[in-house]
C-alpha cells in the first residue's frame, strides 16, 4: 500500500542554517506530494505542493521537488529562521484510493538563535 | 481562504461519557476527514466522508462514529470515552484531488 517515510526527529540547527528534511514514499500510480507545517499549538498548514514528477514545489523560502526515480520529496530551505521552528509533514495522495492522504510521523525542527 | 473550524481548542470529559467533536467548512467541499494526532504516531485517519450522508472508515475507526447531515459539517463521535482516546483531533476538507485544509485541532483529555 501507499506510504511514506520522512526523517526522525528532533532537528536543532542554528539561524541561517541550510535545512534538509527527508521524505521518500511508496504509491502504485503517480501521487500528488505535500509538506504541510504545524506551528506549537495549531492544525496543519500546506506548505508546498508538487502534482507530477520533476515538478518543484516552493513557498515562503522552502523547496522542495518530486524525484519519480528516487521516490523523494525532500523539503529544503537555504537559510532558516527562528520562526520556522515547527513540526512538518510530508503526505501523499492518490485518486485511486478515494482521495486519501497518508502522511509521514512529523519531523520536529527548532531554530536557536 | 478555506475556512475550517472545530468546535472546541480544548475539552476534558470523564470516562464513559459521549462526546461530540463538530467541525464545519466553508468551502463547500465534497469531502472530509477526521484525523487524530498522537506523539511518534503522526497522523492516522479515523473516518472520510465523500458527500452527505456517506461515510468511510479509516484506519482507526473503532471506538468513533460519524455523521454528516449537511454538506459543511462533519461531526466525530465518542460513543463512550476512554481514556486511551485522550488525544489532539484534527478535521480536514478537501475538493476532489486537491489538497487538504485543516481545522485548529481539538485537544481532548478523557479523564
Known amino acids: 500500500g501507499d506510504s511514506v517515510t520522512q526523517m526522525e526527529g528532533p532537528v536543532t540547527l542554528s539561524e541561517e542554517a541550510f535545512l534538509t528534511i527527508n521524505c521518500t514514499y511508496t504509491?502504485?500510480?503517480?501521487?500528488?506530494l505535500f509538506w504541510y507545517v504545524q506551528y506549537p499549538g495549531e492544525g496543519l498548514q500546506l506548505l508546498l505542493k508538487?502534482?507530477?514528477?520533476?515538478d518543484k514545489g516552493s513557498n515562503k523560502g522552502f523547496e522542495a521537488t518530486y524525484r519519480k526515480e528516487t521516490t523523494s520529496f525532500h523539503l529544503e530551505k537555504g537559510s532558516v529562521q527562528v520562526s520556522d521552528s515547527a513540526v512538518y509533514f510530508c503526505?501523499?495522495?492518490?485518486?485511486?484510493?478515494?482521495?486519501?492522504?497518508?502522511f509521514g510521523t512529523g519531523t520536529s525542527l527548532t531554530v536557536i538563535p | 481562504d478555506v475556512k475550517v473550524t472545530q468546535s472546541s481548542r480544548y475539552l476534558v470529559k470523564r470516562t464513559g461519557e459521549k462526546v461530540f467533536l463538530e467541525c464545519v467548512q466553508d468551502?463547500?467541499?465534497?469531502?472530509m476527514f477526521w484525523y487524530r494526532q498522537d506523539p511518534g504516531l503522526g497522523l492516522r485517519l479515523i473516518y472520510f466522508?465523500?458527500?452527505?450522508?456517506?461515510?468511510e472508515k479509516g484506519d482507526i475507526p473503532e471506538g468513533y462514529s460519524v455523521s454528516r447531515e449537511k454538506k459543511e459539517r462533519f461531526s466525530l463521535i465518542l460513543e463512550s470515552a476512554s481514556t486511551n482516546q485522550t488525544s489532539m483531533y484534527l478535521c480536514?476538507?478537501?475538493?476532489?484531488?486537491?489538497?487538504?485544509?485543516f481545522g485548529p485541532g481539538t485537544r481532548l483529555t478523557v479523564l
Open positions: 503526505a501523499l495522495s492518490e485518486w485511486y484510493t478515494g482521495n486519501q492522504f497518508y
Open positions: 504509491a502504485t500510480g503517480y501521487p500528488s
Open positions: 508538487a502534482t507530477k514528477a520533476d
Open positions: 468551502m463547500d467541499h465534497e469531502n
Open positions: 466522508s465523500y458527500d452527505v450522508k456517506m461515510k
Open positions: 480536514a476538507s478537501m475538493e476532489r484531488r486537491n489538497t487538504q485544509y
